[in-house]
């Protein structure tokens, strides 16, 4: 049997996240739209941004800045079936949100389409 995705680490910068199990990632990269008239011309090709959506446990350690501050950073995503994908030169897109429920601050991180690193 083929092993599926289950455990990420998410590291920015070369520090590891204290991730929890909801990370996301939108890849980025090319997006075709229809050109049309009276019937269908082709496409156009535009490059979207990837997106990397994270929960980080909050421990006395956490510093909200080290994460809100972070531009130009490298940012991987790190699968346990052996993919990982690489921001390069990514950056906090929105001040993270910090939960008392669940003691986790949600980081979104944008930058570049990511590249799966084989």
Known sequence: MAKIL??????VDGVTLLSGDDAT????GVNRQVVKGSKVHGYQEQVMESKLEVSVAIDAGFA?????NVTGATINFKADTGQTWSIQNGWCSEPPKISQKDGKAKVVFTGPPAEEIL
């Open 25 to 28: 990632l939108d890849p980025g």
């Open 6 to 11: 289950g455990l990420v680490d998410v590291i």
């Open 64 to 68: 909200v800045d080290s994460l809100r």
